[in-house]
């Protein structure tokens, strides 16, 4: 919600739980971070922020989907979202591993879904598209060169 990366967060559950969390968490604390992000979360309107970043993330997932809609071949499923920053696509009879290095060639990322499943032939036909950092255009720009790829690969 602030900066996803940074890896701060809160747990709301029954005291058992959290002593046992807390053994686990111990060597990760940062303490500079954590007075960082207090002091951050002091000086704003927190439901503002929200507001707004659901908006911008909003606008940026239904571009993808749109885009996914709009270019990707009917081979590809995809489904939508309860939350967070990504989609998973399934693209039947290709290994989005090897789709990843011809697409990075081209200037389009994603993570390929074997990293993901336990049976990683499942997984080897998906892969996840993030939203949260390119904008709308560079979304559709991605998904048409995206499209482009699986397509060629599909016809081989």
Request: hydrophobic share 45%; with cysteine; glycine share 6%.
């Amino acid at each position: 919600m602030v900066a996803p990366g940074l890896r701060i967060g809160w747990v709301a559950e029954a005291p058992e739980f959290i002593t046992t969390l807390a053994w686990f968490k111990k060597d990760l604390d940062h303490p500079f971070a954590q007075a960082t992000m207090a002091t951050y979360l002091e000086s704003i309107n927190f439901e503002k922020r929200l507001k707004t970043l659901r908006g911008t993330y909003q606008t940026k997932f239904w571009a993808l989907l749109s885009a996914l809609d709009q270019y990707l071949p009917k081979s590809a499923s995809w489904y939508i979202p309860d939350g967070g920053y990504f989609v998973w696509v399934r693209i039947a009879g290709i290994d989005t591993s090897q789709l990843l290095i011809q697409a990075l060639s081209e200037g389009v990322s994603f993570v390929p879904g074997k990293y993901f499943f336990l049976d990683q032939q499942i997984g080897s036909e998906c892969l996840r598209l993030s939203f949260s950092y390119a904008d709308q255009d560079e979304i559709v720009k991605g998904i048409q060169k995206l499209s482009t790829i699986v397509k060629r690969n599909l016809s081989l």
